[in-house]
């Protein structure tokens, strides 16, 4: 682990090779071993720095090697584990989280991540954002990735942890309870429970989820279990 000087021929050979997404700062690629993923920059900046390659996560992808095109000394991108999962950004999948999907097993991966991140409180995680932010259905579990511009910062655990919530809270209300934003069609009474926690800047995604869970029970006389039991019925 460390910094590697390669050469832009090798650079142009992850290129050509099996892309999986690609975004505004540069394009992830499979390597040869399917569980390692590249990451090169579509432009190269001289105070790019890359940090925490030294740390370890079952649910974060840190960098592993930082690769320098040798023709310039700059950094040209980075290696990193393969996560797999899901996105779930409203503007992107309507639907949102799939509706099968067990609410314990949501809250429970929810609380693992969350502690999680309480382990690195000295990390500022910037661009924590939804597309950053996975759903692995086969483990159930959260993964966060993409973390080329997280830098050292103490003490700022409370704050990624708030920005976190924010993410998955938008995420819910626009995409798999989307219904929550309408109050003239729906349940007067249910669409202020989204209020109190819109308005009064409690972004607590999993307490908001518990409280709608006892109100759909009650409401349809039946305990429910999915996200999509939480779909509004009239």
């Known amino acids: 682990m460390g910094k590697i000087l390669v050469e832009r021929r090798y650079l142009e050979e992850i290129r050509y090779g099996y892309a999986i997404n690609h975004g505004k700062e540069g394009s992830c690629y499979f390597l040869e071993d399917d569980n390692v993923v590249a990451k090169l920059f579509h432009i190269y900046f001289n105070w790019r720095k890359i940090y925490f390659s030294e740390e370890k996560s079952l649910y974060i992808s840190f960098p592993i090697d930082t690769l320098i095109d040798s023709c310039c000394g700059q950094i040209a991108g980075y290696t990193m584990n393969y996560m797999p999962g899901e996105k779930f950004m409203p503007l992107d999948y309507p639907s949102g989280l799939r509706p099968n999907l067990l609410l314990s097993d949501l809250k429970q991966a929810y609380q693992t991540l969350k502690l999680e991140i309480q382990k690195f409180p000295n990390i500022n995680m910037v661009d924590l954002c939804l597309d950053n932010i996975l759903f692995d259905y086969e483990k159930k579990k959260f993964n966060l990735i993409d973390t080329s511009r997280w830098y050292p910062e103490e003490?700022?655990?409370?704050?990624?942890?708030?920005?976190?919530?924010?993410?998955?809270?938008?995420?819910?209300?626009?995409?798999?309870?989307?219904?929550?934003?309408?109050?003239?069609?729906?349940?007067?009474?249910?669409?202020?429970?989204?209020?109190?926690?819109?308005?009064?800047?409690?972004?607590?995604?999993?307490?908001?989820?518990?409280?709608?869970?006892?109100?759909?029970?009650?409401?349809?006389?039946?305990?429910?279990?999915?996200?999509?039991?939480?779909?509004?019925?009239?």
């Not at 202020?192 to 709608?212: D, G, T, V």
């Open 155 to 234: 003490n700022v655990v409370n704050e990624n942890l708030e920005n976190l919530n924010w993410q998955l809270m938008f995420a819910l209300c626009k995409g798999s309870l989307d219904w929550v934003n309408n109050p003239l069609n729906q349940d007067k009474n249910l669409h202020e429970l989204y209020r109190m926690h819109k308005l009064a800047n409690q972004s607590l995604p999993m307490e908001f989820l518990e409280e709608l869970e006892i109100k759909m029970s009650e409401r349809n006389n039946e305990k429910v279990k999915t996200i999509g039991d939480l779909n509004y019925k009239k």
